[in-house]
């Protein structure tokens, strides 16, 4: 039920085919104050129209135009403002999340076609880091409300996992490695090895030749040399999916860099074909002149690919697999011009589909508004800051409430909770400054305050004992509090597209933050378990509160405990 659907109806039947409904509908604004009414509506666009001055069409349609979800109509000055019955609304929507549930919000735009995701995306041999944070979750987000508007997303971890630094590893591991310690903690040795290496060359140069050497074995598929590049990726990945099981997210494809070894000369061969590839100082590059982009190195002088080379293998490669119709790349915002270029190739190939493929750019996470590292000035490591945030919850939970059950399932859910929930709540292109102790707090604009409300509304409920709420039923409420929290119930659907259209998913974190502090607001002014005649309706409303809480924190990758 959209009651802003039903004005603009009321409306459109006194105004005629001047404006459609959808017309009017566009037209509807939200007041700033609820003083002022649930919906306004200004008469401008009329005054040509009706050949009278908007004041006075406001005030000609405000004792013409009825509907039953009306009590009132405010008419000031050229506009009308309309207040909505509470009691016949809150009855709509509440009924409408309870029948609904979870599934209250989806919509059936995506029509089930596939959107693939490439995200996260670490180096093999290298430690996720902070920076990593990021594309991980912003991108498991947009799978998540991708799947609520009706697509199938496909995440994608695009692994670096081939490159001239494999062929250093190679090095410096026959020189100084050895399996066990590899086994034992895979990234720390490898990073440490492939240090070695880089000090140690400063000294032998030699040594670089050697690593080209080796990288030219494993491109030729040398068998010790592809032995020894599975087993690094093979460790690597096992430490990867540890810190992916923390974070409770999950992939469809880890086809990396290397995946698409077979499928870059394809590409080299339609662009020569195409008469695309011109020849300069030796490299092959596209010339991008009309897109006022720089040309696109396909091949270095010495015939080596490139990054972009790889891309639009990939590209190609998701299209005929996916026949995708959409296709979003969480990439930070510092890589705008390779998708420019990217794309501005594609297009030039004749894949008019290149129109759908979309770069979602972010901001940096910062610490004193410097880009995040340690005081040593070495990377962050993703692992400690989550098994931090996790620690400062449990000390939270022993001191707010020691004899939870099952505290350390709790304690991970809110510590991993906060900081997704903190990267999430703000504006995907904004950086922002990365303070555990704020981030794990209880109160405030956080992570751990939404799902405090709503292990709150689950208290409520086990207190109201056998009360079953009844979806058919017409739960009624008229009162203030009541009021802000049905009109953000009924925006929901609304709040879901409008993060769809947007691909930003603050806009379901800034609902979730609504919406617990209209609740919080609500029951420090109702006395919601009092019996009397208003009781079903109000635990009506907590339960509907509950469900749509746990959504917009399942939307985000974000557990919802019963109890903290």
Known sequence: MNYKLIVAEALQEQIGDTLSVEAIFNLLEKPKSAEHGDVAFPTFSLAKVFRKAPQQIAADLGVKVTSQMVAKIDVVGPYLNFFLDKSIVSAAVLKDVLTQGEQYGDLAIGAGSQVPIDMSSPNIAKPISMGHLRSTVIGNAL???????GYKPIKINHLGDWGTQFGKLIVAYKLWGNAEAIDAEPIAELLRLYVKFHAVAEEQPELNDDAREWFKKLEDADEEAVSLWKWFREESLKEFNHIYDMLDITFDSFNGEAFYNDKMQEIVDLLEEKHLLTVDNGASIVDLEKYNLNPALIKKSDGATLYITRDLAAALYRKRTYDFAQSLYVVGNEQSNHFKQLKAVLNEMGYAWSEDMHHIPFGLITQGGKKLSTRQGKIVLLEEVLNEAIDLAHQQIEAKNPDLPNKDEVADQVGIGAVVFHDLKN?????????????????????????????????????????????????????????????????????????YEKREPSVIAKHALHLAQAFNRYYANSKVLVEDAGRPARLALVQTVAIILKEDLRLLGVKAPDQM
């Not at 799978?143 to 508007?149: D, P, Q, R, S, T």
């Not at 409920?461 to 203030?480: S, T």
């Open 427 to 499: 504006d995907r292109l904004n950086n922002f400054d990365f303070v555990i102790e704020e981030v794990v707090r209880f109160e405030g604009e956080t992570g751990p305050y939404v799902q405090y409300t709503r292990a709150r509304a689950m208290s409520i409920l086990r207190k109201a004992g056998d009360f079953k709420v009844e979806p058919a039923a017409d739960y009624m409420l008229n009162d203030a509090y009541s009021w802000e929290i049905v009109k953000l119930l009924q925006e929901y659907p609304e709040t879901i597209q409008r993060a």
């Open 143 to 149: 799978a998540n409300i991708y799947a609520k508007v």
